[in-house]
C-alpha cells in the first residue's frame, strides 16, 4: 500500500514539475516578450515581430524549433529580467507540448502586427519590389504583408532577421518547399539586399 501511495506521489510531482517546467500560457507569453517585445512587437534588427503572424505559420515554426530541425542561435533577453542567461529558440521550445505551442501560436496571432520603423535605401526598395513581384508575390502577396497566405509577414519585419533567414535559405540551412527553393537559389547578394530594403520599405 505504502508502494503505491509513493508511486503515486511521485507520479503527481512528475506532472507538477513538468507543468511548471512548461508553464502557463501567460508566464510563456512573458518570457517570450522578453525577446520579442512587448506583444510580440520587437524593437531590434536581429529579433522578428511575431504578433500577427499566422497561428499555422507560427505552431509550425514552434515544433520545428523544438524537433531542432533549423537553426537556434543564441540570444540575450532584451527586456525584464536580463540577467537570465543567453538562449535559444530550441531551448526555448524544448518543453512545451503541443497544446501549449497551438495556444501561443493562437495567442500572438490575435494580436496586430506593427511594422517596424527602421531605415531602408529607397533605391534598393524599387529594385527590391520588382525582385519580389517576379519571384515572392505568388506565394507572399500583397508585398510579403498578406497573413491570409499563411507564409509569414515580410513586409515591415526587422531588416536583420530577414537578413539572416535569407541567408539560412540560400546555404541550406533551413528546410523550404521545392519551388522557393529555386527562387531563392537564384537570387544574387544584390537582389537580397534589395528584397530586404523592399520589406523594410514597407511602415
Given at each position: ?14 506532472l ?35 504578433a ?23 540570444s ?23 497544446d ?104
Amino acid at each position: 500500500m505504502k508502494r503505491i501511495i509513493s508511486i503515486a506521489i511521485s507520479t503527481t510531482l512528475g506532472l507538477f514539475a513538468s507543468a511548471v517546467m512548461a508553464g502557463d500560457l501567460e508566464s510563456v507569453v512573458a518570457d517570450c516578450n522578453g525577446c520579442h517585445g512587448d506583444d510580440g512587437v520587437s524593437q531590434w534588427t536581429d529579433v522578428p515581430t511575431i504578433a500577427g503572424v499566422p497561428e499555422f505559420v507560427h505552431s509550425d515554426a514552434l515544433y520545428i524549433f523544438r524537433d531542432e530541425a533549423r537553426p537556434c542561435s543564441e540570444s540575450q533577453y532584451k527586456q525584464g529580467d536580463t540577467s537570465k542567461p543567453a538562449t535559444t529558440m530550441c531551448a526555448v521550445t524544448a518543453d512545451l507540448s503541443d497544446d501549449m505551442i497551438d495556444e501561443i501560436a493562437a495567442y500572438y496571432a490575435g494580436l496586430p502586427f506593427v511594422a517596424a520603423k527602421q531605415d531602408f535605401d529607397a533605391a534598393l526598395a524599387e529594385a527590391g519590389k520588382a525582385v519580389h513581384e517576379g519571384n515572392c508575390d505568388k506565394c507572399h502577396s500583397d508585398g510579403g504583408a498578406n497573413p491570409e497566405d499563411e507564409a509569414g509577414i515580410l513586409a515591415g519585419n526587422m531588416m536583420g532577421y530577414l537578413e539572416a533567414q535569407l541567408a539560412d535559405y540560400r546555404a541550406g540551412e533551413r528546410e523550404q518547399p521545392k519551388k522557393m527553393e529555386e527562387k531563392v537559389s537564384a537570387l544574387t547578394d544584390d537582389d537580397v539586399k534589395a528584397l530586404v530594403n523592399y520589406y523594410a520599405s514597407q511602415q
